[in-house]
C-alpha cells in the first residue's frame, strides 16, 4: 500500500489563487521530504528540500516567496503556492525519506491554473 | 557541473529482454536508484546500488560501476503493462544534505 499520502489530486483554480498540496508520510517518520515540479514528457525537477523543523532549502531559480514550504512534523510536509498563475500549471509531487532509504513519492498533484 | 543521461526512447517485444542505461557525472555520489512511472502517475520504486555489481529483483536487475559512473536496469520477460518511463536517480550529499538528481527517463514502449 502507499506510504506517502499527497492530496489534493486535482487542483483546478483561478489565476492569483493559492493552492495548499500536504504530503503525509503514512507508516515512517521522514527525516526529509522533497518537492518536485513535472512538466509533460520531462523528468523530475526537484524544487526543495525540507527538514522537519528548519527551512526547507530551494534549488536554484526557484522562488521560495511564491513555493512555501512548511514541515511541521515528521510525518507531514505542505507546499503552497502563492498567487498562481497559468505558468504554474504543472504536476507536483512530493517524496519522503527516512535515512538513508530510499525516497517513496506520494501520488502527485496535477495543478491546473485557468 | 551534475549530468545525468539516459536514452529518451526504446522499444521493445513482449517477452523479450530490454537493457536501458544510465551514464552520470556527479558529486559527493552516494547511491543510484531506478524508478518506473506510468503517465500521469508519480513514480514508483523499482531498485537501487550503492555499491559496484548486480542487485536482482524478480523479473528486474540492476547494475552498477561507480568507476565508469555507469548502470543499466535489465528487464527481463517483457510485458504489455512494463511499457513506462524509467528514470535514472543518482542521490548525492551536498553539505551533509541528501538529494536526488533525475535523469530525463527513458520512454520504453513493449509491443504485442
Known amino acids: 500500500g502507499a506510504v506517502v499520502s499527497q492530496h489534493p489530486s486535482w487542483v483546478i483554480c483561478k489565476s492569483g489563487t493559492s493552492v495548499k498540496i500536504e504530503c503525509r508520510s503514512l507508516?515512517?517518520?521522514?527525516?526529509?521530504m522533497f518537492w518536485y515540479r513535472q512538466f509533460p514528457k520531462q523528468s523530475l525537477m526537484l524544487m526543495a528540500t525540507?527538514?522537519?523543523?528548519?527551512?526547507?532549502?530551494?534549488e536554484q531559480g526557484v522562488e521560495k516567496d511564491k513555493f512555501l514550504i512548511n514541515h511541521a512534523s515528521l510525518t507531514l510536509s505542505t507546499l503552497t503556492v502563492t498567487s498562481a498563475h497559468p505558468e504554474d500549471s504543472s504536476f507536483y509531487i512530493c517524496s519522503a525519506r527516512a535515512g538513508a532509504r530510499p525516497q517513496h513519492f506520494g501520488d502527485g498533484t496535477r495543478l491546473s491554473i485557468l | 557541473g551534475q549530468n545525468i543521461d539516459q536514452p529518451t526512447e526504446m522499444t521493445a517485444t513482449e517477452g523479450a529482454i530490454v537493457q536501458i542505461n544510465c551514464t552520470y557525472q556527479?558529486?559527493?555520489?552516494?547511491?543510484l536508484f531506478w524508478y518506473q512511472q506510468h503517465a500521469g502517475e508519480a513514480p514508483t520504486f523499482l531498485s537501487y546500488n550503492v555499491l559496484d555489481g548486480l542487485e536482482e529483483k524478480g523479473r528486474f536487475s540492476s547494475f552498477l560501476s561507480r568507476s565508469k559512473g555507469y548502470s543499466y536496469l535489465l528487464l527481463k520477460e517483457l510485458q504489455m503493462k512494463d511499457s513506462a518511463s524509467y528514470l535514472c536517480a543518482v542521490s548525492l550529499t551536498t553539505s551533509g544534505t541528501y538529494k536526488y538528481i533525475f535523469g530525463t527517463g527513458t520512454r520504453l514502449k513493449v509491443l504485442a
Open positions: 507508516d515512517f517518520q521522514a527525516t526529509t
Open positions: 556527479t558529486s559527493g555520489f552516494n547511491g
Open positions: 525540507s527538514n522537519e523543523g528548519s527551512k526547507a532549502t530551494y
